[in-house]
C-alpha cells in the first residue's frame, strides 16, 4: 500500500473536503454513456478501479451482475461506503490487487483519468500487468487518460439557461423572446470566446516549454485541489505501451464527444481495450 510519503497525490485524495467534492458528483459524461452502453452488458462483473467519490457506481451496479469498487484513498472508500451501503467497496492500490482471484471480472473500468495516477511507470505497468490477470479472456478494460498537447480550450456554453433567461425577460411574448434569445447568445459567445482565449493562453504557456508536450507522454502538474503530479499520454504513446500487457484496441474516443476530437483541444480520451495473450514486453516496461 502507498502512502503520503511516496505518493503526494495520496495527500489530496485522502483530504475530506477533496472526497466530499468527488461523492457529490453524480453524472456520466456523453462520452461515458456511449461507451458503457456499448461494451458492457448486463449481469457482468465489473470492477471500478479508483471509483472515488462513486460518480460511476450508480450505472456501472445497476447493470453488473456483481459490482465492486476500488480506490487506494481511504475517504473516498469510506464516502463511498456512506453513500452506497449495500454495495461492495474495498481499499487497494491499482498497482497491487492480489485480494481478487483471477479471471473473476468481466470489465475493468478507471474513470475520471484513474490510470493517470498511478505513479510512477512502475506503478502503471504492474496495474496493467494486475488489470490483464484478474480479466476473464476477451474481457474488457475501459479507462481515459489526459492529453498532454491539449492546449486549446474551446467555447462553449449552456444553451437552455439562455433560453430560460429569454422566457422569462419576455414574458410570453414570443417576438421579444425570439430577439432577446439571439442577443444573449451573441454576448454568451463573445464572452466565451474571451475566456477560452485566456485560458488557452495560460495553459499553453504552462504546456508549451514541457517535454511531455513535445513526445506526446510524460507528467504534468494538474492545478486541481493545489496540484496533482499526473502522467499524461497521447494515443500514439499510450496503445502501443497498452498492447505490450497484451491488449487489443477495441475503440478510442474523446472527453469532447459528440465534438469532433482535435489533438490541440481534447483533454483526455477513453480508451477501450479486449483482453489478449500476454505479449512479449520490452525491457523498459520489465
Known amino acids: 500500500m502507498r502512502d503520503a510519503a511516496t505518493d503526494p497525490n495520496l495527500r489530496v485524495y485522502n483530504a475530506p473536503e477533496v472526497a466530499a467534492h468527488y461523492a457529490a458528483l453524480d453524472y456520466l459524461s456523453p462520452c461515458e454513456q456511449l461507451l458503457f452502453q456499448t461494451f458492457l452488458k448486463g449481469g457482468m462483473a465489473v470492477l471500478d478501479l479508483g471509483v472515488g467519490g462513486g460518480r460511476t457506481t450508480p450505472y456501472l451496479s445497476s447493470i453488473a451482475g456483481r459490482y465492486v469498487g476500488v480506490d487506494y484513498a481511504a475517504e473516498m472508500v469510506a464516502a463511498c461506503r456512506r453513500k452506497f451501503p449495500r454495495l461492495e467497496f474495498q481499499q487497494a492500490n491499482a498497482a497491487d490487487l492480489s485480494g481478487f482471484s483471477s479471471d473473476s471480472f468481466d470489465a475493468v473500468v478507471m474513470a475520471f483519468n484513474s490510470m493517470d495516477y498511478v505513479i510512477p511507470d512502475q506503478a502503471r505497468f504492474r ?51 425570439s430577439i432577446l434569445l439571439r442577443l444573449l447568445v451573441v454576448l454568451r459567445a463573445v464572452v466565451a470566446a474571451g475566456q477560452g482565449l485566456a485560458r488557452s493562453i495560460g495553459r ?21 485541489h493545489g496540484g496533482l503530479r499526473t502522467h499524461c499520454a497521447s494515443p500514439h504513446k499510450l496503445v502501443p505501451e497498452v498492447r505490450k500487457f497484451g491488449f487489443r484496441l477495441l475503440q478510442i474516443l474523446g472527453d469532447d464527444y459528440p465534438r469532433a476530437s482535435w489533438q490541440y483541444a481534447t ?15 520490452k525491457e523498459t516496461c520489465a
Not at 132 to 161: D, E, M
Not at 216 to 223: A, H, Q, S, T
Open 204 to 224: 499553453t504557456g504552462r504546456r508549451i516549454f514541457t517535454g511531455a508536450f513535445w513526445r506526446g507522454e510524460g507528467y504534468l502538474l494538474d492545478l486541481a
Open 267 to 281: 483533454e483526455w480520451y477513453y480508451y477501450v481495450f479486449a483482453k489478449t495473450e500476454i505479449a512479449e514486453e
Open 127 to 177: 496495474c496493467l500487468r494486475e488489470i490483464h490477470r484478474l480479466l476473464k479472456t476477451q474481457g474488457v478494460l475501459i479507462f481515459s487518460s489526459h492529453n498532454p498537447r491539449a492546449i486549446l480550450l474551446r467555447p462553449s456554453w449552456n444553451r437552455q439557461r439562455l433560453q430560460v433567461l429569454a422566457k422569462r425577460f419576455a414574458r410570453e411574448r414570443a417576438g421579444l423572446e
